[in-house]
């Protein structure tokens, strides 16, 4: 199975080597050929605004927006939720792939939370150690959304069909059991 990692900016590295960990043929995606060749993409942490704006000098805004609806699987870390959100609470970023019918407010857990773990209980998976930095808060979630885990009464990984969105950052605690998740969604897709 060939899985990609958004490579313009943030943490892809991580990612990448969680999948091929897990036998995953996983490569780095900073261009629309590469794009092309990929059965998934996960979209990283980091920086959304800027990731953003990568995405559509590339010309991959667009591909992702097109893609994503015919059913192609992505999974948005922590920045890369901010990009599949539909709504978000502030102004920026504008330009998000916007596919997933949640609200998201960046930066949201506030400045003594700006980064913690917790161990959440996730659907079909179990305990999970879940590492969130300067996280984004999913402050609404629409009904065709289903809500894979909580903390705090709030929801940090949903799904809708073939879209996958998570609050923290799994990529960093050495469990691969989310991303193999993904991996399902991608080879059932
Ligand atoms: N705060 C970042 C943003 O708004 C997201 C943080 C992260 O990805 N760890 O883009």
């Known amino acids: 199975m060939r899985v990609g990692v958004l490579g313009l ?25 590469q ?21 559509e000098k590339t010309g991959m805004l667009k591909v992702l927006r097109e893609r994503g609806a015919q059913g192609f699987p992505l999974y948005g870390t922590c920045a890369g ?5 539909r709504e978000l ?4 970023p504008e330009n998000r792939i916007a596919l997933m019918d949640i609200a998201v407010k960046r930066n949201a857990y506030g400045r003594q939370l700006d980064s913690f773990e917790a161990d959440l209980q996730i659907k079909n998976i ?9 996280a984004p808060k999913i402050v609404r979630v629409g ?13 940090v ?5 073939n879209l996958l969105a998570s609050s923290f950052h ?7 059991r989310v991303h193999r998740y993904f991996l399902e969604m991608v080879a059932q897709g």
């Open 157 to 161: 990984l949903v799904r809708q069909k």
């Open 9 to 33: 900016q943030g943490d892809f590295r991580e990612h990448l080597t969680v999948l091929r960990s897990l036998g995953v043929d996983a490569r780095d995606v900073r261009t629309q050929e």
């Open 170 to 176: 799994p990529e960093l605690t050495g469990d691969p």
């Open 81 to 85: 939720m901010i990009l599949l959100a």
């Open 126 to 134: 179990g305990s999970f150690r879940a590492v969130f930095i300067r």
């Open 35 to 55: 794009l092309e060749a990929v059965e998934g993409l996960i979209i990283p942490g980091g920086e959304s605004t800027t990731i953003a704006y990568l995405l």
């Open 143 to 155: 009904s065709g959304v289903e809500i894979l885990a909580e903390h705090d009464g709030v929801p």
């Open 89 to 92: 609470s502030d102004p920026y």
